[in-house]
Each structure stands twice: as C-alpha cells, then as structure tokens.
C-alpha cells in the first residue's frame, strides 16, 4: 500500500502494511522460542547405566519428556542454509518441525516429519545422525548440536501413543498390481507410497516376519521389534498383503519371477544384499568362525521367542566365550554389544586403522566402550589358530600410509609385530555382498553391474527386465536404513510413472550404472 502527496512533484512513499509493523514483535517471539542454543545446553535423553543395561536387550536410552525435547528443539538456530535436511537423504524438513515441537504443536510436527519419512521413529533411533544430520549442524563446533534424532524419534513415539498415526487410505483404488520382492526398509517404504497412491500391493520375503535387516539385524538395545511389527500392521491394515516365508527363484516350493511379472503389472526387487564377506588366511574356515549376519540373527531369533539349535547348543552363543569380532562399522558394534549381553568372557574389536578412520557411529563406539568392548586399533588378523576349532587369532600391528585411490590413507603391516589374541569366537563383520541375483531368481537376462549389483537406469530404477525395478542396497550396495527408505520412495515414484504411461518400458543403457558402489572391506 502507498500513499501519493498531493503536491506537484511529490513522490511515492511507502506506507508500513500490519506485518511489517509486527515484525520486531515477530523477532523476538522467534528468540523466545528458538535460537537457544547459546542459554540452553546439548542434552539427549536419560541413557541406562552401562551395568544395567548389558543385562538385557532393552532399548538403552529413555523417553523424552514434553519440556525436555520441547527445550532441545528450541536450540535450533532455523538457519537459511538447513544444513541438517541437506545432509539427510530423505531431506527431512528438521528446522520446521524443531520449531513446531518447540511450540508445543506436536501433531503438526508429526505430520511434517512423515511426510518425507515413512519410518522417522526408525530413523530416530538408528540413524548415525552424528555422521549426517547433527554431524552438520551449523551450531555444533561451539555449542553441540541439536540432538535431532531423539527429538525425531519423540515425536513419532507420540503419535503412535496419541492415534495420530492412520493407515494410508488411497483416495481411489486402481485395478493395476505390483509386486515387491524384500520386506526391508525400502521394498516396505515403496509398499507405503504405491498403497497410498491406490494400487494393489503384494510384498513377498523369505522370512516369517517382515522387516528384514530391521528385524533379524539390528539388536534390540538399538531397535526394539515391537516398533517394525506395528509398521507391518499399519500397512497390513492399509491394505497391503504380505506373503511371508516365501522364496523367488526356481527352487522347490519357490515363485518364479516369470510368474510374478505375469501375475502383476510391475515389480520391484528390493531384497538387500546378505552374502557375508570372506575372511582369507590358514585357518579361516575353522569351527568358531562365523559370519556376523547369522550371529546377529540367532540372537534376535531367539530375543522374539524363536528356538535356535546353534544359540542353544552354543555355536552362536557367546556365553563364556573369548570373543573377537573383525570389523569397524555399525555391525560390528552391533556384535561387540549383543556379545556382551550374551554373557561373554572377554570382547575384542580388532580393527586394521585408528579410531579417527573408524566408519561406524562413533555414538555407537562410545556406547560399546562403557558397556566393557576392548577395541584394538590398527591390528589386523593374519591367520586364525585351533585344530578342531579356533582358539586364537593371530594378529599383526598396521600403521597409515599415504592416501589411496577413495582418499582414505592405506593401512600397511609393520614388521615383526605379530601378536595372538585368544578367541573361542570369531565374527566377521566385514561387509555383504550382493547374492548372485540373476542365477537366484532363474533369469540371466537380468543385468547386473561389476559389482555384482543390479543394474538399473538411475532416472527410472528400470532393470534389464521390463516392468522390473530394483531399489535399496541391491542396487546402491551395503548402505544406511535411511537412504534404502529413500530409494523406495525413489522408485515407487518412477513406478507409478511407469504404470501410468508416463515411463519407458526398458533400461537405457547409457544410463545403467548403479547409483553407489558397495563400501570397500573393513
């Protein structure tokens, strides 16, 4: 609005409109509730004594409170740059609902906070936000960060408490069908988003349960599985079928793809990558010597009620045990902790660089250091000692070299330093490889890269086969919870495209290189 004098030459002035005029008022509400980062400090959620804790597999962090994650979400700096949904792969609008749970609306939070994310109270509490979110907190050099994932993982905890979160109900149902091969993270992802869209989801697995790595995986100190089953429920609720404990491929009692492409309009393969990578050297095929995947899911097993032969008869039980685990990831945390709570006579977490190179959450490495993990930096195995079974690794002493080919600096053995660590139990935690899908499911014209991962079109997630998509860690290789959510949001998009006509039918070729490459050996 301007205001004309009424002179001969007078010129236009501006007239302040309401807003403008509330706009210092506006400011300081803003500093009243926000920005409080420099009054308030960084603190996470009541985290259970070490001792306390190693003795079940209870999740090891409390609840928020109101005022606490109200009080947390208030130091948010609401930036103009969110460095935080920068480096999210899902983007999460974290500034917006910070704010809105600062404010005490915390069903407007949740329904920001879903709308990019399927599973944020998943993410909450297994994301390594160190490394992503809170790791680019513009706050965090002076002031620490915001501790985004517990509030994220509050937020949603209340929803389910309060009934806010509803089945997806599509607007219309379509007559068109698709197919999901894997019940992980992104095939359920994809299974939400095409449900919600209004087509007839089939989603089939190999397990009994659905959830894959989210069930069989990850311990439950990290994740308890009430929380993936009442996800499978909602979507089973929405709508969705799922037919569990069935393989695909053309064994006996298997569905074969063929038939699954004939039954259904499209497929997606989102069935993560499980082959364990091998450990070489004398000795490595002795008794004692497993991979991590199976120790982990023997323990979750029998953590839902399951029995286990192997856990009882002690093959994947580290009750008593010497044990060393090989590796520095995430997973290999996971096996440190869950030996621990098992009852384990000693742990060792050999690892061949320094802990500054570790790739894992160093939140996850500060856990397993006060729950009585001895972690043995810059030691690699060179052969694994026993007759019948092992009882020893033998050990050698690395330093860091110059940088290799990923920039990371290259790890070489020092001579003469070799040394022999007791081991009753050795778990590999080095890392999965993609099973070989084409012979799996009976089709060698489905392409795969160098990698041994599909090969799929980056723009559409098509594969070799028409009307067959693939998505996750099939794809991209061994990677985060967080980014597979983000493939199957990813895909089913271009799914939908594809069965409204929109899409092409075929891979291009030029364009078939996978989306990432499966991370080098730990």
């Given at each position: 609005?301007?205001?004309r ?27 009243e509730r ?18 306390q ?7 090891i ?15 948010c ?39 990019t994310?399927?599973?944020?109270e998943?993410c ?50 379509l ?6 091969i894997?019940?992980g993270?992104?095939?359920l ?34 994740l308890?599985?009430d ?29 074969s793809?063929?038939?699954l ?15 364990s ?8 095929g ?11 899911t ?22 008593g045990k ?34 500054a ?9 500060k856990?397993?250091?006060e ?53 009753d139990?050795?778990?590999k ?17 489905l392409g ?21 998509f ?23 998009a271009?799914?939908?495209?594809f ?5 092409p ?18």
């Amino acid at each position: 609005m301007r205001v004309r004098l009424h002179t001969a030459h007078a010129k236009a002035v501006p007239f302040p409109s309401p807003w403008s005029a509330c706009r210092p008022l506006r400011r300081l509400l803003m500093a009243e509730r926000m920005l409080q980062f420099v009054r308030r400090a960084q603190a996470y959620p009541d985290k259970r004594a070490a001792e306390q804790r190693v003795e079940d597999f209870d999740e090891i962090y409390a609840d928020f409170q109101p005022e606490q994650a109200a009080a947390q979400a208030s130091r948010c700096s609401q930036c103009g740059v969110p460095f935080c949904s920068i480096h999210c792969p899902l983007s999460n609008n974290i500034p917006d609902w910070l704010k809105l749970t600062a404010e005490g609306r915390l069903e407007e939070a949740y329904e920001v906070s879903s709308a990019t994310n399927n599973f944020p109270e998943i993410c909450g509490r297994i994301c390594p936000q160190d490394r992503l979110c809170e790791g680019n907190c513009v706050i965090e050099k002076d002031f620490n960060s915001v501790t985004i994932g517990s509030v994220e993982r509050y937020i949603t905890d209340t929803a389910w408490e309060k009934g806010w979160v509803k089945p997806p109900r599509p607007s219309h149902e379509l007559e068109q069908s698709v197919a999901i091969i894997g019940a992980g993270p992104a095939g359920l992802a994809a299974a939400e988003q095409l449900r919600r869209l209004g087509y007839q989801v089939h989603v089939y697995d190999r397990y009994d349960r659905v959830g894959g790595l989210l069930i069989y995986g990850i311990p439950g100190f990290k994740l308890e599985k009430d929380i993936v089953l009442r996800r499978w429920k909602l979507l089973e609720d929405a709508g969705v079928v799922f037919h569990c404990g069935v393989e695909i491929g053309n064994g006996a009692g298997a569905v074969s793809m063929a038939s699954l492409q004939e039954k259904h309009d499209a497929v997606l393969v989102a069935t993560g990558v499980y082959k364990s990578r091998e450990l070489g050297g004398p000795g490595s095929g002795l008794p004692g010597i497993v991979p991590a995947l199976t120790f982990l899911t023997a323990s979750n097993r029998v953590g839902l009620g399951d029995k286990v032969e192997d856990f009882d008869n002690g093959v994947l039980n580290a009750a008593g045990k010497d044990v060393v685990v090989i590796g520095g990831g995430d997973t290999a945390m996971d096996c440190v902790r869950t030996s621990i709570r098992q009852g384990a006579k000693s742990v060792k977490c050999l690892y061949r660089r320094d802990k500054a190179n570790m790739p894992g959450s160093m939140r996850e490495v500060k856990n397993a250091e006060e729950e009585g993990v001895e972690f043995v930096w810059l030691s690699a195995p060179e052969a694994f000692l026993g007759e019948d079974r092992v009882h020893g690794v033998r050990a050698v002493r690395m330093h860091l070299g110059l940088p290799d080919a990923s920039g990371r600096q290259s790890v070489e053995p020092l001579e003469g330093s070799h040394y022999t660590i007791p081991a009753d139990l050795v778990i590999k935690a080095l890392g999965f490889d993609p099973e070989d899908m084409p012979v799996m499911f009976g089709t060698p014209e489905l392409g795969v890269t160098r990698w041994g991962t599909l090969k799929v079109d980056p723009k559409t997630f098509m594969t070799s086969l028409p009307g067959v998509f693939a998505a996750g860690d099939i794809v991209r290789g061994a990677s985060l919870v967080v980014w597979a959510v983000r493939d199957g949001r990813d895909a089913a998009a271009e799914m939908h495209r594809f069965l409204q006509g929109k899409a092409p039918a075929t891979l291009k070729e030029h364009e078939s290189e996978p989306q990432g490459v499966p991370a080098a050996a730990e």
